[in-house]
């Protein structure tokens, strides 16, 4: 067995470690995963992954740098051919959704070990991550050429309440049974909040009364989410 795996193309041993990380570090977390656990499910020697990969936070950052980079291109490619930007808000959101919440050890471990860690911001991982939410406001800012969305709005606020209100959902999907996650649900209602808040005069979303009271209920929570947001980054 180990003969036949030193034979194995560099490409082949490294895709193995990069699947064996994943899969350990989104159910153990960072800190309480051992090189050689990893070493062991890839079956390879642990000297075998400082072979290619520096540092066990090396081999981190390249697990949700892979993480990203499929993430990035599953979602432009299901915006080929799709217009309107409800229809656009509808494929980013729900991308969204399926790449965080489906996965939600890899997603515990981006919002609870990832960020802090002082490398980040200067990361490729970070890097990844602002190309990532380029996408969403592209979605944006054609929907204001467009004539969509009305003038005056800024799209990167109207994109960071959307990533923000879909973060906050994360962190109780985190604490409570992922079974209580209605993700239809969520994209309606983000969906909803959103067009409700930007379309255009010329443009209509229409929603029920009671839709309405939980939308400019929601708004408020998107509006004091969105200055605690300011605030942290000032």
Known sequence: MDSVRTRQPRAVRENDIL???YSI????????TAVSEIAKLAGVAEGTVYKYFES???LLAQVIARFYKKLIESTQTSLIGITGLENQLRVV??????GFFEDIGLYRLLLQEVRPLDS???SEMHQLTRQYSEILLTVLEEGIVQGEIKPGISPQTIR????GCLEHTGWNVLALNK???DRERLVNEVISITLGGVLAPTKSYALDADKQSSLDRNLERLERLVNTLERNNT
Do not use: C, L
Not at 25 to 32: L, Q
Not at 93 to 98: A, P, V
């Open 19 to 21: 699947t064996a990380a």
């Open 179 to 181: 079974a209580k996650f």
């Open 56 to 58: 066990k936070q090396d």
């Open 25 to 32: 570090f989104s159910a153990r977390g960072y800190e309480k």
């Open 160 to 163: 960071d309440m959307i990533f």
């Open 120 to 122: 980040y911001p200067h």
């Open 93 to 98: 959101i729900s991308r969204h959704i399926d």
